[in-house]
């Protein structure tokens, strides 16, 4: 980055962050964008592993959706809010007939905290009760609902106290859930896979078992696919790996396909009953926005006719494939390499040994990022329609990142 927009950076925006980009060498000016390629402004082209965090599934500036947004643009971009909206109308079919089971409803927002603060309420208001499960380690957003049910203290702190009712399991476990979810439960809330928590992918029965756990006692199953959503697994969704229907579906990020932001809770009939006491009892101005709804339908559709689900698990099963071999030359390092399709960790044996990773792939243009709530764990999460060339060329350049560290590996990993 140039000085001078970093010294703005630090006097306008956040100046902690400022110097954390200085700390970590990592100062470039994003430019422009094209499938799994971004350019800075000095020209510099760099392979993005960290996908905007799981936003670029289709990739950077799809011609398609360009083209969709465009054409929208033109004629209503944001909505009377007087009149119907056939964008938001289509979408939500759109999503009824591609959502798993009686998935019916949906209401749009405008990012995936939304999403999750949303179904929060609508558990809340289709039951009648108030305790919600969530999970330790799970990401959820950073407004106040989504925050209390995220599992990362240090973010929730400073903003205590938080909702109350809320009890927080180990995620994996299922013996945990079964103590904890009573008649009294409102819902329980889990991503399919924990992105932020560090990929954590839970044990094959975990989601049908939780499905049984909530059936038993009249909770609602809210599942967050914010990150896991739309093709990044391997599915269009990753609770159709373990064929379950959550009641309240919760989607951001790639459903805006890399150009708008959106979010959207999808619901079955029962979870959406208490519109009917008052229409209007959730709302949001921007929310089903004429544009962001016309883009995400081309999102969708990009995703589905490009079969970018199939391109997921394919790719990843052999980038998976690759990265354990590295993991076998550089033991000290990697501790594991783990995931589903292209939502792949790699946790290493320290959290310096990931910054410093993290810095040399910077060095070699490659783009990755460490999950939030886990910093021994290295994303890489690159757009569906990368190349498995392009793939071979990260692989390359992590080879050469590792090697670089390696010889300082014992400093590292104090
Ligand atoms: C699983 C999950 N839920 C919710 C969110 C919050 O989404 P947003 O940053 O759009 O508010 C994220 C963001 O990373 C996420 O990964």
């Known amino acids: 980055m140039s000085e001078d927009l970093l010294t703005r950076y630090e006097r306008y925006m956040n100046p902690a962050l400022a110097r954390v980009f200085r700390f970590t060498g990592i100062e470039a000016v994003e430019?422009?964008?094209?499938?799994?390629?971004?350019?800075?402004?000095?020209?510099?082209?760099?392979?993005?592993?960290?996908?905007?965090?799981?936003?670029?599934?289709?990739?950077?500036?799809?011609?398609?959706?360009?083209?969709?947004?465009?054409?929208?643009?033109?004629?209503?971009?944001?909505?009377?809010?007087?009149?119907?909206?056939?964008?938001?109308?289509?979408?939500?079919?759109?999503?009824?007939?591609?959502?798993?089971?009686?998935?019916?409803?949906?209401?749009?927002?405008?990012s995936g905290t939304e999403a999750v603060e949303g179904a929060l309420k609508f558990a809340r208001a289709a039951t009648g009760r108030s305790k919600i499960v969530s999970t330790q380690g799970a990401f959820h957003g950073k407004t106040f609902g989504a925050l209390s049910v995220s599992g990362r203290p240090a973010y929730q702190e400073p903003f205590l106290p938080l909702l109350p009712d809320i009890e927080r399991v180990p995620y994996g476990d299922i013996d945990a859930l079964r103590n904890v979810v009573d008649f009294g439960t409102a819902a329980v809330i889990v991503e399919p896979i924990q992105g932020e928590g560090g990929i954590i992918v839970p044990p094959d029965d975990y989601l049908p078992e939780l499905r049984n756990i909530c059936d038993t006692h009249g909770a609602l199953l809210i599942a967050d696919e914010v990150q896991t959503g739309i093709a990044r697994t391997g599915k269009l969704f990753a609770v159709e790996h373990s064929r379950v229907v959550p009641d309240l579906l919760c989607l951001a990020k790639a459903l805006g396909g890399g150009i708008m932001p959106i979010g959207a809770i999808v619901g079955r009939p029962q979870a959406w009953t208490f519109f009917e006491h008052s229409p209007l009892i959730h709302t949001s101005t921007?929310?089903?926005?004429?544009?962001?709804?016309?883009?995400?339908?081309?999102?969708?559709?990009?995703?589905?006719?490009?079969?970018l689900a199939?391109?997921?698990?394919?790719?990843?099963?052999?980038?998976?494939?690759?990265?354990?071999?590295?993991?076998?030359?550089?033991?000290?390092?990697?501790?594991?390499?783990?995931?589903?399709?292209?939502?792949?960790?790699?946790?290493?044996?320290?959290?310096?040994?990931?910054?410093?990773?993290?810095?040399?792939?910077?060095?070699?243009?490659?783009l990755a990022v460490y999950t939030l709530n886990n910093e021994r764990v290295i994303r890489l999460m690159p757009s569906l329609v990368v190349t498995k060339e392009q793939l071979d060329r990260v692989l390359n350049r992590l080879n050469d990142?590792?090697?670089?560290?390696?010889?300082?590996?014992?400093?590292?990993?104090?």
Not at 37 to 45: P, Q, R, S, T
Not at 73 to 92: F, G, M, N, T, Y
Not at 334 to 355: F, K, P, S, T
Request: net charge negative.
């Open 31 to 110: 430019d422009h964008g094209r499938g799994a390629v971004l350019w800075d402004e000095a020209g510099n082209e760099y392979l993005d592993c960290a996908g905007g965090y799981g936003v670029f599934v289709q990739g950077y500036q799809h011609p398609r959706i360009v083209a969709r947004a465009k054409q929208q643009l033109d004629k209503l971009a944001l909505s009377s809010r007087v009149l119907e909206s056939r964008p938001a109308i289509d979408l939500a079919e759109k999503l009824a007939q591609v959502t798993p089971g009686d998935l019916q409803y949906s209401f749009f927002c405008n």
């Open 310 to 366: 199939d391109r997921a698990a394919s790719l990843g099963k052999y980038f998976l494939e690759q990265l354990r071999l590295l993991q076998n030359q550089y033991p000290r390092a990697i501790r594991e390499v783990r995931g589903r399709g292209l939502m792949i960790g790699m946790e290493l044996a320290a959290a310096g040994v990931g910054g410093a990773l993290i810095s040399e792939l910077f060095q070699r243009h490659v």
């Open 286 to 307: 921007f929310g089903g926005n004429p544009l962001a709804c016309a883009v995400a339908v081309e999102a969708l559709n990009v995703t589905v006719e490009e079969k």
């Open 401 to 414: 990142a590792l090697e670089e560290i390696y010889s300082d590996i014992e400093d590292l990993l104090e």
